[in-house]
């Protein structure tokens, strides 16, 4: 019942520092089955989800990973979405302190070879990596490898599949979509229990008293959300037969 008050307050509190007509611009980026538009994919659902509980209007527009960010960081948006600190290297925008999610990297090789359980497994292999995707530092000292880097991870997921390459780096949601999307999820296999990299989502908001009170009300609904059930029904995911238990 606390909870519940402390919610309503704080909502009310926000709403009176927007005016009524007003309408947020949250801007994203394409990810297989997280950002399909403006009106598919989870992070949508969950985002609109957010919103209307919270009775905010939003308009959310999809642009390319590096554009959305540049557009956020110029202030003509207020929020971006997924976020991770990466990008933000001189700024410290208000964020939600409810995270999207933990954006976990893995490796991925075909059922022939082994399960690669660390970068240290890696040397002297051809991996495959995605443009625009958030990497461990680890990758860079990696002795003897070949990085060969796709525009995407359903590239990737191809070249996996006929041997170009010995195995692919790429977060578990975006890879196993990628892989049912090329009809090539059953040629592959992971380790669930050995990400090589785990990153924070979040939503970030303008580094301003507006955007901090936006990130407070988003973080308060989010909360609730998970509380309740509604986060986990929007983001729920089976586990695939190419999982490692």
Same mark, same amino acid.
């Given at each position: 019942? @606390?909870?519940?008050?402390?919610?309503?307050?704080?909502?009310?509190?926000?709403? %009176? $520092? =927007?005016?009524?007509?007003? &309408?947020?611009?949250?801007?994203?980026? *394409?990810?297989?089955?997280? #950002?399909?538009?403006?009106?598919?994919?989870?992070?949508?659902?969950?985002?609109?989800? #957010?919103?209307?509980?919270?009775?905010? !209007?939003?308009?959310?527009?999809?642009?390319?990973?590096?554009?959305?960010?540049?557009?956020?960081?110029?202030?003509?948006?207020?929020?971006?979405?997924?976020?991770? !600190?990466?990008?933000?290297?001189?700024?410290?925008?208000?964020?939600?302190?409810?995270?999207?999610?933990?954006?976990?990297?893995?490796?991925?090789?075909? &059922? /022939?070879? *082994?399960?690669?359980?660390?970068?240290?497994?890696?040397?002297?292999?051809?991996?495959?990596?995605?443009?625009?995707?958030?990497?461990? /530092?680890?990758?860079?000292?990696?002795?003897?490898?070949?990085?060969?880097? $796709? /525009?995407? !991870?359903?590239?990737?997921?191809?070249?996996?599949?006929?041997? +170009?390459?010995?195995?692919?780096?790429?977060?578990? +949601?975006?890879?196993?979509?990628?892989?049912?999307?090329? %009809?090539?999820?059953?040629? #592959?296999?992971?380790? =669930?229990?050995? *990400?090589?990299? %785990?990153?924070?989502?979040?939503?970030?908001?303008? *580094?301003?008293?507006?955007?901090? @009170?936006?990130?407070?009300?988003?973080?308060?609904?989010?909360?609730?959300? &998970?509380?309740?059930?509604?986060?986990?029904?929007?983001?729920?995911?089976?586990?695939?037969?190419?999982?490692?238990?």
């Amino acid at each position: 019942m @606390r909870f519940q008050t402390a919610v309503f307050l704080g909502l009310m509190l926000f709403q %009176s $520092a =927007v005016h009524a007509n007003e &309408k947020l611009s949250f801007i994203t980026f *394409p990810i297989p089955s997280m #950002v399909i538009n403006s009106n598919e994919g989870k992070f949508i659902e969950l985002t609109k989800a #957010v919103a209307e509980k919270a009775g905010i !209007d939003i308009a959310i527009s999809v642009y390319p990973a590096k554009r959305a960010q540049q557009f956020f960081l110029s202030q003509q948006a207020d929020a971006i979405f997924p976020a991770l !600190d990466s990008y933000f290297p001189n700024k410290h925008p208000h964020r939600s302190q409810e995270l999207l999610m933990v954006k976990r990297i893995y490796i991925f090789s075909k &059922k /022939d070879q *082994p399960i690669y359980k660390s970068m240290d497994e890696l040397e002297g292999k051809r991996i495959g990596t995605t443009l625009g995707y958030t990497y461990a /530092d680890t990758l860079k000292h990696i002795k003897d490898t070949t990085i060969d880097q $796709a /525009d995407s !991870d359903e590239s990737n997921a191809q070249k996996l599949a006929r041997g +170009w390459i010995d195995a692919f780096l790429v977060e578990e +949601w975006s890879g196993l979509k990628a892989f049912e999307n090329t %009809s090539t999820l059953n040629q #592959v296999h992971y380790d =669930v229990n050995s *990400p090589i990299s %785990s990153f924070d989502v979040y939503y970030a908001f303008q *580094p301003s008293l507006r955007g901090k @009170r936006i990130a407070e009300t988003f973080d308060r609904v989010l909360r609730q959300m &998970k509380e309740d059930g509604s986060y986990q029904v929007i983001m729920q995911n089976t586990s695939p037969s190419s999982r490692v238990p």
